[in-house]
């Protein structure tokens, strides 16, 4: 019994042990290195997202906008192939007048809006549609080979009785030009990716 109680006395005379102070690191509680560690990555992630977001998003965007430049391309080329294929229209109905009802007469072609879409036009044609173009709207730039000179008939200089068509041409000129307007469609149509139109 005295032997208990001597061994309850020392244990409540002995001191417990203290808690262990915290880990410091260059005078600093790890605790406050580890939230200093964190915000660091955190801020690196974040910025790391920001960068490669933005990467990303310019990428998308001059997609966008290259994909709408091409459009417009495509739908100007298209716009300019139609009112070409209008005109050449114009000036078969006109060799057909001469050929088909009046082979005196002289066919007036015309090549203004040919001239306007020139451009538009070759950016996109292949070689052999723009070759064919030039060789039939040659005859609405130099107009006087539609018509008879004296050299072509026996009349004296100064009679211009001889102004009259020279069919040789206006048949060239005629055949060359729907070839020119049958090519252009195809061309267009398939460069559009639209149906092809046909021809009146």
């Known amino acids: 019994m005295h032997a208990l109680i001597l061994a309850a006395a020392t244990a409540a005379a002995s001191p417990s042990p203290s808690p262990a102070p915290d880990q410091v690191l260059w005078g ?13 990555i955190g801020a690196f992630v974040g910025g ?7 990467y990303f998003a310019t990428r998308r965007i001059r997609s966008l906008d290259n994909q709408a430049a091409e459009r417009r391309a495509g739908e ?4 300019a192939a139609l009112v070409v ?9 006109t060799l057909e007048v001469t050929l088909q009802h009046d082979q005196n007469s002289i066919p007036e072609l ?3 809006v040919y001239r306007e879409q020139q451009l538009v036009l070759a950016l996109r044609l ?19 080979v539609l018509r008879l000179t004296p050299a072509d008939v026996s009349i004296p200089p100064g009679d211009h009785s001889y ?9 060239a000129c005629y055949t060359k030009t729907k070839l020119a307007r049958a090519k252009l469609l195809a ?13 009146p």
């Open 163 to 171: 102004d009259t068509a020279n069919l040789e041409n206006v048949r």
């Open 126 to 144: 292949p070689v052999d549609v723009r070759s064919a173009l030039a060789e039939a709207y040659i005859y609405a730039q130099t107009p006087r």
């Open 48 to 54: 790391l997202l920001t960068v490669v977001g933005g």
């Open 110 to 112: 015309h090549d203004s």
């Open 28 to 40: 600093l509680p790890l605790a406050f290195w580890d939230g200093v560690i964190g915000a660091v």
């Open 85 to 93: 294929i209008d005109e050449m229209n114009a000036n078969i109905a």
């Open 76 to 79: 100007e080329f298209w716009a």
């Open 187 to 199: 061309a267009s149509s398939a460069a559009a990716k639209a149906p092809a139109v046909t021809p």
